[in-house]
């Protein structure tokens, strides 16, 4: 008789009913990605990785994600904060953007003002999600990789 065991202390999955809760607080990004390359910054050069990348500007990858309740039958509040590297529209450490949010089906955050984001993972301290977009004149898919922080 031959037994498998999986044993995976990094494996912390998040269970869909408890999902609402574990995405409120602070995160960071840890990772920006395209389906299809793109020249977001016009220098050129097409890339997938816009994090590693100057397709963006630094000072927005600083950028802090918030998400926090407003109490039971609202909608979540969800803001980016311009953290320590300001792009000069607003100061440092204030809001770019703020919105509502609700959790669907445990696997669509869905905003008022932005695009829906699809989960394509979450953990404790992880969360992937696809947005759909329109760069570089062409409909792409932008994984965005955050880490709690």
Known sequence: MLLFFSCNSDDDSVAESDRDQALLGQWEYEAIDSNTAVDINGDGTVNVDLFNTNEIRQCLKDNLTFF???????KGAFSINE????CGEVPAFQNVEDDSYE???NRIIRFDNRN???????????????????LDDQDVVITYTFKRS
């Open 68 to 74: 926090s309740s407003r109490g039971a039958e609202e």
């Open 83 to 86: 953290n320590g590297l300001s």
């Open 103 to 105: 959790l669907i089906d």
């Open 116 to 134: 829906d984001w699809i989960i394509v993972e979450f953990s404790q301290n992880r969360l992937v999600v696809d947005q759909e977009d329109f």
